[in-house]
C-alpha cells in the first residue's frame, strides 16, 4: 500500500502559479501510474493530469493543457503539479492518486481507476 500527502495549495490572484506535490510513503511510487484530480463545490472529481510509470508520457484534460505540468520524481517518491496562468475556474480541492492498475489501457482518466489518494489541498484563485 502507498500513503499520499499533498501540499502546496493556498490562495493565488489570478495570472499567478502554484506548486502541488504529493510525497508517498509505504511501497515505492514506481509502481503506480500517477494522476491529478480536482474538485470544485458542487462539483464532481475530474482528472487534471495524468503521468504514466516512469513518467514518459502526460495526459492533460483540455481544460488545462498549455497551462498545467505534471511530473513525477519516482526517487523522490512524489509527484507535481505546476500550476500557471491560474484562473478563478482553476479553484477547487486537488487531489493526488496512484493506480495500480496493469500497463496497457492508459491513461486511466476515472476516478475509479485510482486506488490511492491524498487528503485534498485548497486551490483558491480570486483577486
Known amino acids: 500500500q502507498v500513503q499520499l500527502t499533498e501540499s502546496g495549495g493556498g490562495l493565488e490572484r489570478p495570472g499567478g502559479s502554484l506548486r502541488l506535490s504529493c510525497v508517498a510513503s509505504?511501497?515505492?511510487?514506481?509502481?503506480?501510474?500517477l494522476a491529478w484530480f480536482r474538485q470544485a463545490p458542487g462539483e464532481g472529481r475530474e482528472i487534471v493530469a495524468a503521468?504514466?510509470?516512469?513518467?514518459?508520457?502526460?495526459f492533460y484534460a483540455d481544460s488545462v493543457k498549455g497551462q498545467f505540468t505534471a511530473s513525477r520524481h519516482d526517487l523522490n517518491n512524489a509527484q507535481y503539479l505546476t500550476m500557471n496562468n491560474l484562473e478563478p475556474g482553476d479553484t477547487a480541492v486537488y487531489f493526488c492518486?496512484?493506480?495500480?492498475?496493469?500497463?496497457?489501457?492508459?491513461?486511466?482518466?476515472?476516478?475509479?481507476?485510482?486506488?490511492?489518494w491524498g487528503q485534498g489541498t485548497q486551490v483558491t484563485v480570486s483577486s
Open positions: 492518486a496512484a493506480s495500480s492498475k496493469l500497463q496497457g489501457d492508459w491513461p486511466f482518466l476515472a476516478p475509479d481507476d485510482y486506488d490511492y
Open positions: 509505504g511501497r515505492a511510487l514506481r509502481f503506480y501510474a
Open positions: 503521468v504514466n510509470w516512469g513518467g514518459t508520457s502526460a
